[in-house]
């Protein structure tokens, strides 16, 4: 499966944005989707994730009450909306894919290029 993430931009602190993750050769039927950030001289860290199969979602503390995954079955599209944005929110944002049940944050074999998010203050 291809992925494809879009959706980045410069915003001010305080403001919205959301992400969209396409995924191509195939449906992400049966997958978990993740999104992943990682911040200049930082290790990507996991940010939420969703199975498709019943929406069930997996957030990391930092974004809790901010982010929110979601998915359009049809559009075979997943989508980060994060809102109440922080300057330490500015990362590139990597879209992922795995085979599985599970909503945790490893075991991704599927990524797509990072679309940056800059927050200024």
């Known amino acids: 499966v291809q992925l494809q993430a879009s959706g980045g931009g410069l915003v001010q602190a305080g403001d919205s944005l959301r992400l969209s993750c396409v995924a191509s050769?195939?449906?992400?039927?049966?997958?978990?989707v993740g999104w992943f950030r990682q911040a200049p001289g930082r290790e990507r860290e996991f940010v939420a994730a969703?199975?498709?199969?019943?929406?069930?979602?997996g957030y990391a503390d930092s974004v809790k009450g901010r982010f929110t995954i979601s998915r359009d079955n049809a559009k075979n599209s997943a989508f980060l909306q994060m809102s109440s944005l922080k300057p330490e929110d500015t990362a590139v944002y990597y879209c992922?894919?795995?085979?599985?049940?599970?909503?945790?944050?490893?075991?991704?074999?599927?990524w797509g290029q990072g679309t940056l998010v800059t927050v200024s203050s």
């Open positions: 050769g195939r449906t992400f039927s049966g997958y978990v």
């Open positions: 969703i199975r498709w199969i019943d929406s069930s979602t």
């Open positions: 992922a894919a795995k085979w599985s049940s599970s909503v945790s944050s490893d075991s991704y074999g599927y």
